[in-house]
């Protein structure tokens, strides 16, 4: 069945980075844009930016720019969100959903998020 | 960006009643040349990601129970389930598409009462 498999929980000191991965399954990789939101615990939920699987284009919010990276290896269709300069701020669960409708070339549309990993949590704790 | 603002925040209904939860969009999420609302309802239960309901603001995603309704245009937004089941106790999320940043409502917590 279509599925993100998310890398396991990890634990980070302030200022230091982490990748989180998402792995897919059950679907075409490089046809639908991957986003990731995260959320911070008891809190909602917050956009980092998406990735085209296809060509590799990326679209940041602005809050985490400079900060984030988003990539992607099509050969594993595994998506990855490496995030810098952690402090506590960051703490919180990960996620990574596919955006509902397929990738026109040519075409920027977004759509809503119809599959969502189990999510990463991250924390961060000196 | 636009801010999506939900309301309540909380809210308890008894079971088999309705409940209806509103989003407001500090400006229009409706794409004149498709006439189409860039909007969407999510539900999260505890520990669990969030689950797609309700996309184009009342198209229901393959699965959802009819219970769930999504209705609204423009700026303003509801989401109705019409008979309230013991397994609808979650977080309710909206969310606009139609620009970037997507962003979401700050979530309403539904109860029993």
């Known amino acids: 069945q279509v599925q993100l498999v998310h890398s396991e929980a990890e634990v980070k000191k302030p200022g230091a980075s982490v990748r989180v991965s998402c792995k897919s399954s059950?679907?075409?990789?490089?046809?639908?844009?991957i986003h990731w939101v995260r959320q911070a615990p008891g809190q909602g939920l917050d956009w980092l930016g998406w990735?085209?699987?296809?060509?590799?284009?990326?679209h940041y919010a602005q809050k985490f720019q400079g900060r984030v990276t988003m990539t992607r290896d099509t050969s594993i269709s595994t998506a990855y969100m490496e995030l810098n300069s952690l402090t506590s701020d960051d703490t919180a669960v990960y996620f990574c959903?596919?955006?509902?409708?397929?990738?026109?070339?040519?075409?920027?549309?977004?759509?809503?998020?119809?599959?969502w990993g189990q999510g990463t949590l991250v924390s961060v704790s000196s | 960006d636009i801010v999506m603002t939900q309301s309540p925040d909380s809210l308890a209904v008894s079971l088999g009643e309705r409940a209806t939860i509103n989003c407001k969009s500090s400006?229009?999420?409706?794409?004149?040349?498709?006439?189409?609302?860039?909007l969407a309802w999510y539900q999260q239960k505890p520990g669990q990601p969030p689950k797609l309901l309700i996309y184009?603001?009342?198209t229901r995603e393959s699965g959802i129970p009819d219970r769930f309704s999504g209705s609204g245009s423009g700026t303003d937004f509801t989401l109705t389930i019409s008979s309230l089941q013991a397994e609808d106790v979650a977080v309710y999320y909206c969310?606009?598409?139609?620009?970037?940043?997507?962003?979401f409502g700050q979530g309403t917590k539904l109860e029993i009462k």
């Open positions: 959903a596919r955006d509902r409708t397929t990738i026109v070339p040519g075409v920027f549309s977004l759509d809503a998020l119809d599959i």
């Open positions: 059950g679907y075409t990789f490089t046809a639908y844009y």
């Open positions: 990735i085209n699987p296809h060509n590799g284009d990326t």
């Open positions: 400006q229009s999420v409706l794409y004149y040349s498709n006439n189409k609302n860039y």
């Open positions: 184009w603001a009342s």
């Open positions: 969310q606009q598409y139609y620009s970037t940043p997507p962003t």
